[in-house]
T-cell receptor, first 115, second 109 residues
Framework: EPEVTQTPSHQVTQMGQEVILRCVPI?????FYWYRQILGQKVEFLVS????????KSEIFDDQFSVERPDGSNFTLKIRSTKLEDSAMYFC?????????????FGDGTRLSIL | AQRVTQPEKLLSVFKGAPVELKCNYS??????LFWYVQYSRQRLQLLLR??SRESIKGFTADLNKGETSFHLKKPFAQEEDSAMYYC???????????FGGGTRLMVKP
């Protein structure tokens, strides 16, 4: 069964540095998402992306964050100047459409640790 | 604004006992609700969705709009059901899932 893949599995970065988290969605999916989960807290929506533009974003997704689909397969999340509070598990997801009959499929996540 | 509440962080039952994981939601639109499960060291996986009215691995969930609830039930818990369970609400635009805080289910032998 096709899966969403995320790299790296663990990223350690110094505060203030830029970080790029990478995702390869399932190949025939058109909607892409990023979520994060701070340790001990709930999974939080960050952003959704469709047709090469942001479809929806949360208050968390401020100017420090950006997303890109640089080619036909990758979907990236960039954090420009990382803060300690950005430490979290980041999940990528994809779905064929936005319909509830075609739910989102999640990757294994990237654990981001900011020092 | 949409919100999902799972009041229990931990639910511990013995094998063979009935299980009910509670989920309440708040949403002004027409709710589309899901249960996701995360087994140890594995990714979030869809367990079931209310629109399909299905039973997966013996689990069922009924949407109760009057009580704004979508509780997950299983009549006889198995040890392999031990996992983290998340209730989630999809907005009407279909582009944002809101998750509850999750309930850890532990099924003891």
């Amino acid at each position: 069964e096709p899966e969403v893949t995320q790299t790296p599995s663990h990223q350690v970065t110094q505060m203030g540095q830029e970080v790029i988290l990478r995702c390869v969605p399932i190949s025939n999916h058109l909607y892409f998402y990023w979520y994060r989960q701070i340790l001990g807290q709930k999974v939080e929506f960050l952003v959704s992306f469709y047709n090469n533009e942001i479809s929806e974003k949360s208050e968390i997704f401020d100017d420090q964050f950006s997303v890109e689909r640089p080619d036909g397969s990758n979907f990236t999340l960039k954090i420009r100047s990382t803060k300690l509070e950005d430490s979290a598990m980041y999940f990528c997801a994809s779905s064929p459409t936005g319909a509830p009959t075609q739910p989102q499929h999640f990757g294994d996540g990237t654990r981001l640790s900011i020092l | 604004a949409q919100r999902v509440t799972q009041p229990e962080k931990l639910l511990s039952v013995f094998k063979g006992a009935p299980v009910e994981l509670k989920c309440n939601y708040s949403y002004s639109g027409s709710p589309e609700l899901f249960w996701y499960v995360q087994y140890s060291r594995q990714r979030l996986q869809l367990l079931l969705r209310h629109i399909s009215r299905e039973s997966i691995k013996g689990f069922t969930a009924d949407l109760n709009k009057g009580e704004t609830s979508f509780h997950l039930k299983k009549p006889f818990a198995q040890e392999e059901d031990s996992a983290m369970y998340y209730c989630a609400l999809l907005n009407n635009a279909g582009n944002m899932l809101t998750f509850g805080g999750g309930t850890r289910l532990m099924v003891k032998p």
